[in-house]
């Protein structure tokens, strides 16, 4: 929402002046702001975690995923970046192709990118082919006795090159992750808070029929402030919660990040700074589309 905005230096002094503690005191921001959240997200969404970090939001998300399946392998797409934890390097194959390699749990399927990908543009259905490649490592995977716990991927891969997924990829991924015993983690760490413009989450390019198992935030939704959460259904918290062993995250949630999550909400509302995003990304698109009509060195506008 941009540099020391104004609004959030308030929010965050005000709270600063009144208290800031750990979460083993309960306050009633972290309440608010997850509510407010709610309100952005799928019903279904509606147990939310509040950590520091993108990566501590998507090591949470593994713990999630691996103990509601009871799996222990995961799938993630080519080039992928999830974090800087090692549970994240070795989930992230940009990183660990150039550290200690791929991990016997760690599944790689290729970027359904349709401009440089395996299927492209003119393929007859680069969605169904694609998302047949995630079945596939399924199927290779239960003849070694192993088990998917989840399929992790950002919505909008990002360091693979700002890939914009085909619609239907994800709804297709999703259900033969379900029939394995999977879930569907959706990584919205750097592509969420309505920076696609024309939905609040970059999952919903793909659709109002698809909702993902657990979301990951970070980045922009403390506006540089340390703050992350993890939101997820009932079910997959409940089986979480089962262990006995509770969540607990010092700092995470904490009043002033809390305080500060809500005026973030609230200037993207009272700016339309989705609105925004979209008219100067559709203004760019257009200028960037005119250039490439007269260099036919650039293939692709994204």
Not at 62 to 76: F, G, M, N, P, S
Not at 156 to 180: N, R, T
Not at 246 to 267: K, Q, R, W
Not at 289 to 299: A, D, N, S, V, W
Request: aromatic share 10%.
């Amino acid at each position: 929402v941009g540099h020391c905005h104004p609004d959030i230096v308030k929010a965050a002094h005000e709270q600063n002046q009144l208290l800031n503690t750990n979460s083993r005191y309960l306050h009633d921001n972290l309440v608010d702001y997850a509510e407010r959240l709610s309100k952005t997200l799928p019903e279904k969404l509606c147990v939310f975690y509040f950590l520091n970090s993108g990566s501590e939001a998507n090591d949470l998300a593994l713990r999630l995923a691996r103990q509601y399946t009871k799996h222990e392998d995961v799938i993630v797409l080519d080039h992928a970046y999830h974090g800087h934890l090692t549970s994240l390097i070795d989930i992230s194959p940009y990183k660990f192709r150039n550290l200690e390699g791929q991990k016997e749990w760690v599944h790689v399927a290729p970027v359904p990118d349709t401009y440089r990908g395996l299927y492209r543009e003119d393929h007859e259905d680069s969605v169904t082919a694609y998302a047949n490649e995630v079945k596939n490592i399924i199927e290779q995977a239960h003849k070694r006795g192993r088990k998917i716990a989840a399929f992790f991927v950002e919505s909008l891969p990002s360091v693979g090159g700002q890939i914009i997924p085909p619609a239907g990829y994800f709804q297709k991924v999703a259900e033969h992750m379900h029939k394995a015993g999977g879930v569907f983690i959706a990584d919205e760490i750097q592509v969420g808070f309505g920076r696609v413009g024309k939905h609040f989450w970059a999952f919903q390019l793909q659709g109002e029929d698809f909702i993902p198992d657990i979301v990951t935030m970070g980045k922009p939704i403390g506006n540089g402030h340390p703050i992350a959460c993890v939101a997820t259904t009932k079910e997959i918290a409940e089986a979480f919660a089962a262990t006995g062993v509770e969540y607990f995250n010092t700092f995470g949630g904490n009043p002033v990040s809390c305080a500060i999550g809500l005026a973030v909400l609230d200037v993207i509302e009272k700016e339309h700074l989705q609105a925004h995003a979209t008219e100067v990304g559709n203004f760019l698109m257009k200028l960037l589309k005119e250039q490439k009509i007269k260099h036919p060195i650039i293939g692709d506008v994204r």
